[in-house]
């Protein structure tokens, strides 16, 4: 995936709290640190979003629509 220069604006106390991370090597610079950070909320936001809808399944029903044909499969399958 490539880079694409943007700018922004951020509050100073977040741009001392990246550069002390730049400054400890934690980060080889702040572009990778925002960056990264960027990426990780935006992976919690979908996770989220992804835990939002499996809450709303019925488990009864998944369960139900999981092991449906179940027992005709496993009767075709050989005993060991």
């Not at 490539?2 to 702040?30: M, Q, Y």
């Not at 572009?31 to 990780?40: D, F, L, P, T």
Request: charged share 30%; proline share 4%.
């Amino acid at each position: 995936m490539s880079n694409v220069k943007v700018a922004i604006t951020i509050a100073e106390e977040n741009l001392i709290r990246v550069d002390r991370l730049v400054s400890r090597g934690v980060f080889p610079n702040r572009s990778r640190a925002i960056g990264e950070a960027v990426a990780e909320k935006l992976a919690r936001i979908e996770h989220g979003r992804l835990a939002a809808e499996c809450a709303k399944l019925d488990p009864v029903a998944e369960r139900d629509l999981a092991e449906e044909g179940l027992d005709t499969d496993l009767r075709a399958w050989p005993a060991y």
